[in-house]
């Protein structure tokens, strides 16, 4: 799924910039993100240990136990997404899932001049903008503080066992 991660990172960028007049490649980019939230969906079920919600979706109270430690300094390090990471991508995958169907909608005669529709779509996706930079931010964070190069572990899969 790494390489379903910068795919995905690609199509947003994609069709973020490109929802002007470049309809036809915003609408391919906008599919490519439906079709990875799907299959990322189905891998959360059927995938490997560190990638199925069931292993990783925090509870409310341990979320929040991370939350205050993290606050602390006191964060425990983690070989899968922490709770912030998965809360991350339960919202991140939410947000596209949101923003590809309001584009398929406004992509309808019945919605395309809907301004509602529009509002909600741009909001979505300016919102993602702002969870990208939160990710980003996290994962540079994490690196610092539990001394590991986590952009690299992105990008092979690769990440230190022990503390």
Not at 23 to 48: C, D, P
Not at 94 to 116: E, V
Not at 129 to 154: D, F, K, P, Q, T
Request: aromatic content about 12%; charged content about 15%; glycine content about 12%.
């Amino acid at each position: 799924m790494r390489i379903g991660h910068w795919l995905v990172v690609l199509a947003t960028f994609i069709a973020y910039f490109t929802h002007g007049g470049l309809l036809e490649i915003h609408r391919v980019a906008g599919y490519t993100v439906l079709v990875y939230v799907g299959v990322r969906l189905v891998w959360g079920f059927l995938g490997g240990t560190h990638a199925r919600f069931g292993n990783f979706l925090p509870t409310p109270r341990a979320a929040l136990g991370y939350f205050s430690a993290l606050l602390r300094g006191r964060e425990v390090r983690f070989i899968g997404h922490n709770p912030a990471g998965a809360l991350m991508i339960v919202s991140m995958l939410a947000m596209l899932l949101t923003a590809a169907l309001t584009g398929i909608l406004l992509d309808t005669t019945q919605y395309r001049d809907f301004r509602p529709m529009h509002s909600v779509h741009s909001g979505i996706s300016d919102g993602l903008v702002i969870l990208a930079v939160l990710h980003v931010c996290g994962v540079l964070y994490a690196s610092w503080r539990h001394r590991e190069n986590l952009i690299a572990a992105m990008f092979t899969g690769a990440k230190r066992r022990g503390k």
